[in-house]
């Protein structure tokens, strides 16, 4: 009887355990990975090889080297001029804003408000951004007609264009900013109440404290959020697409038309676009991986 | 005391830092808002939107992006759920690896990855996967992968997943019952907190759309502007409120987590 009671309970275990081992065949990783090489990683890859394959079917750079024309460099700068620029831009802006609201003594509730906002405004990206800026900074928007009639001057008179580099730019602020306060701010909730006190305490100035202690813990996550800001940057479409109307000169807009041949019809060439893309945002992730492993070994 | 009122003093930095934020995010709503209430030489009217809702085209992009939106959460929940949890109980050694493909869908600009699927399977001999509409679904679900993996990742680490399952299973429960009633009550915050955000990107996706041929709300939104500034205006309007609402949701029942909000959508 002892021996039977003790026996039962040993034997559902091992049932047990036979069953987790058996559901790997049942419910396993097969959906997911079935998933992802269907849907992700086929078309990314055909797409990469048809950028290095020529049209014999061998492999050959004749499309890839197709890039090193004007245009198509024009292209990559202007992207990476515009991710660098805003990615700058919006993470300095994005860090006061969010240093503001955590440590600027503000009342507590509007942290939350801040990050509600700034979620929305994250996601708030593409036609209806470039609707909401052309309503603001376009030839007749709201702000342009305040400067026109109040302070009588009119920026479209003064080389001032929403539709080309620089309004693009500040468009671009919009999701730029928000999603640097939301990567941003956890790092700066990290930094201790105490720590300012205590280098006060040593003699130390607010400048010193901040150059000699809170920027050297900072600096990974900061640069961290604006390399993915960066790559956020790279890879818009829409906002510019909308705002543009397609004609300014961006690597994802040449993309589109390469393939889609509303302009010119390239396949070879849409593939190496596509290749080159996928290698810069390869590299900003990259780097992005090797500083958010850094910044882990800091606890921050 | 006194101390602690001196630090809830804002100081004057930081209030100038909030002014200048305020004035650049509220000003092209603002605008916006104003615009859509005008047409013709009215100055307040609600002209522009009664355009819009009596415009057949609107519900009809407006239920295609709900379909499309919910047959991702649907699609994305099939195929992330299964494969967080499986990695949590038995493959910690891929989590990295889970992890990473999650995440690719950042490096795979939409414009690359619509290209791409049209490319592979749009010559109409895949079968299923030659149908647009599934590639649609499919590549939305790509783009939610990091959105939903991270809810439901988060989900599961929070509880001791092992030891419920072991309970579930020794009590009797097949697998079915095991996800079904003891996984997924768990983790239904997060999921819910992913399906909302999932539906706030998929509502407002632009470039995979109109590259593959779709009229989503987005598209509509972009054709409706350059006939009708004003109702698109309006549609801009509606669309915030609808993204808003969403986040809104989200962060309520993720308990204000802002965990997911890292990386954005469609730009």
Same mark, same amino acid.
């Given at each position: 009887?002892t021996?039977?009671?003790?026996?039962?309970?040993?034997?559902?275990a091992?049932g047990?355990r036979?069953?987790?081992?058996?559901?790997?065949?049942?419910?396993?990783?097969?959906?997911?990975?079935?998933?992802?090489?269907?849907?992700?990683? #086929?078309? +990314?890859?055909?797409?990469?090889?048809?950028?290095?394959?020529?049209?014999?079917?061998?492999?050959?750079?004749?499309?890839?080297?197709?890039?090193?024309?004007?245009?198509?460099?024009?292209?990559?700068?202007?992207?990476?001029t515009?991710?660098?620029i805003?990615?700058?831009?919006?993470?300095?802006?994005?860090?006061?804003?969010?240093?503001?609201?955590?440590?600027?003594?503000?009342p507590?509730?509007?942290?939350?408000?801040?990050?509600?906002?700034?979620?929305?405004?994250?996601?708030?990206?593409?036609?209806?951004?470039?609707?909401?800026?052309?309503?603001?900074?376009?030839?007749?928007?709201?702000? +342009?007609?305040?400067?026109?009639?109040?302070?009588?001057?009119?920026?479209?008179?003064?080389?001032?264009?929403l539709?080309?580099?620089?309004?693009?730019?500040?468009?671009?602020?919009?999701?730029? #900013?928000?999603?640097?306060?939301?990567?941003?701010?956890?790092? #700066?909730?990290?930094?201790?109440?105490?720590?300012?006190?205590?280098?006060?305490?040593?003699?130390?100035?607010?400048? +010193?404290?901040?150059?000699?202690?809170?920027?050297? #813990?900072l600096?990974?996550?900061l640069?961290?959020?604006?390399?993915?800001?960066f790559?956020?940057?790279?890879?818009?479409?829409?906002?510019?697409?909308?705002? +543009?109307?397609?004609?300014?000169?961006?690597?994802?807009?040449?993309?589109?038309?390469?393939?889609?041949?509303?302009?010119?019809y390239?396949?070879?060439?849409?593939?190496?676009?596509?290749?080159?893309?996928?290698?810069?945002?390869?590299?900003?992730?990259?780097?992005y991986?090797?500083?958010?492993?850094?910044?882990?070994?800091?606890?921050? | 005391?006194?101390?602690?009122? =001196?630090?809830?003093?804002?100081?004057?930095?930081?209030?100038?830092?909030?002014?200048?934020?305020?004035?650049?995010?509220?000003l092209? /709503?603002?605008?916006? *808002?104003?615009?859509?209430?005008?047409?013709?030489?009215q100055?307040?009217?609600?002209?522009?939107?009664? &355009?819009?809702?009596?415009?057949?085209?609107?519900?009809?992009?407006l239920?295609?992006? *709900?379909?499309?939106a919910?047959?991702?959460?649907?699609?994305?929940?099939?195929?992330?759920?299964?494969?967080?949890?499986?990695?949590?109980?038995? /493959?910690p050694?891929?989590?990295?690896?889970? &992890?990473?493909?999650?995440?690719?869908?950042?490096?795979?600009?939409?414009? *690359?990855?619509?290209?791409?699927?049209?490319? =592979?399977?749009?010559?109409?001999?895949?079968?299923?996967?030659?149908?647009?509409?599934?590639?649609l679904?499919?590549?939305y679900?790509?783009?939610? /992968?990091?959105?939903?993996?991270?809810?439901?990742?988060?989900?599961?680490?929070?509880?001791?997943?092992?030891?419920?399952?072991?309970?579930?299973?020794?009590?009797?429960?097949?697998?079915?019952?095991v996800?079904?009633?003891?996984?997924?009550?768990?983790?239904r915050?997060?999921?819910?907190?992913?399906?909302?955000?999932?539906?706030?990107?998929?509502?407002g996706?632009?470039?995979?759309a109109?590259?593959?041929?779709?009229?989503?709300?987005?598209?509509?939104?972009?054709? &409706?502007?350059?006939?009708?500034?004003?109702?698109? =205006?309006?549609?801009?309007?509606?669309?915030f409120?609808?993204?808003?609402?969403?986040?809104?949701?989200?962060?309520?029942?993720?308990?204000?987590?802002?965990?997911?909000? &890292?990386?954005?959508?469609?730009?």
């Open positions: 009887m021996q039977a009671a003790s026996r039962a309970p040993a034997a559902s091992a047990v036979m069953r987790l081992r058996r559901g790997l065949v049942l419910v396993g990783l097969l959906p997911f990975a079935a998933f992802a090489v269907v849907f992700l990683l #086929i078309p +990314t890859a055909l797409l990469v090889i048809r950028g290095l394959v020529g049209p014999s079917g061998r492999f050959s750079l004749a499309n890839v080297s197709q890039l090193t024309a004007p245009q198509y460099i024009d292209a990559y700068r202007t992207s990476i515009l991710s660098a805003t990615a700058a831009g919006g993470g300095v802006a994005g860090f006061l804003l969010a240093w503001a609201v955590v440590s600027g003594g503000l507590r509730r509007l942290r939350s408000v801040a990050f509600t906002f700034s979620g929305v405004a994250a996601n708030f990206a593409g036609v209806p951004l470039a609707f909401a800026f052309a309503s603001t900074l376009g030839p007749l928007g709201l702000l +342009t007609v305040f400067m026109r009639n109040s302070l009588h001057y009119d920026p479209y008179t003064h080389g001032f264009t539709f080309g580099f620089t309004g693009l730019a500040i468009t671009y602020l919009y999701f730029q #900013i928000p999603l640097m306060l939301l990567v941003v701010t956890p790092a #700066i909730t990290g930094l201790r109440r105490e720590w300012p006190e205590a280098a006060a305490s040593l003699g130390a100035s607010p400048f +010193t404290y901040w150059r000699r202690v809170a920027f050297p #813990i600096r990974l996550p640069l961290g959020g604006m390399l993915l800001l790559g956020n940057s790279f890879g818009a479409y829409a906002t510019a697409y909308a705002l +543009t109307t397609g004609l300014i000169n961006l690597a994802p807009l040449l993309i589109g038309q390469e393939m889609t041949g509303n302009v010119v390239n396949p070879g060439l849409g593939s190496a676009l596509a290749l080159g893309m996928v290698v810069v945002m390869s590299i900003t992730f990259a780097f991986a090797l500083l958010r492993r850094r910044a882990a070994r800091w606890g921050t | 005391m006194g101390h602690v009122r =001196a630090r809830s003093r804002p100081s004057a930095g930081a209030l100038a830092v909030l002014g200048l934020a305020v004035i650049f995010f509220v092209p /709503l603002a605008a916006t *808002v104003q615009f859509s209430l005008q047409h013709g030489s100055a307040i009217t609600l002209a522009p939107y009664q &355009e819009i809702v009596s415009d057949p085209l609107f519900w009809g992009s239920q295609f992006s *709900v379909t499309m919910l047959l991702t959460i649907v699609l994305g929940m099939l195929v992330v759920v299964p494969a967080a949890y499986w990695v949590r109980l038995r /493959l050694q891929a989590h990295g690896v889970v &992890e990473f493909i999650c995440l690719l869908p950042f490096v795979v600009p939409g414009v *690359v990855l619509a290209i791409g699927l049209a490319r =592979a399977y749009g010559s109409g001999n895949a079968g299923p996967l030659s149908n647009f509409q599934v590639l679904v499919g590549a679900t790509v783009l939610s /992968l990091p959105f939903l993996f991270r809810a439901v990742d988060s989900g599961l680490r929070a509880i001791d997943v092992r030891t419920l399952t072991e309970a579930a299973l020794s009590l009797g429960a097949g697998w079915p019952a996800l079904w009633r003891v996984v997924l009550p768990n983790i915050a997060g999921l819910l907190a992913g399906a909302f955000l999932v539906f706030a990107i998929v509502l996706e632009y470039t995979i109109s590259l593959l041929g779709f009229s989503t709300l987005g598209v509509y939104t972009e054709l &409706e502007g350059a006939a009708h500034a004003h109702a698109a =205006a309006a549609l801009v309007v509606l669309s409120a609808l993204v808003w609402s969403c986040i809104g949701l989200m962060q309520i029942v993720s308990g204000g987590g802002t965990r997911m909000l &890292e990386g954005g959508g469609a730009r």
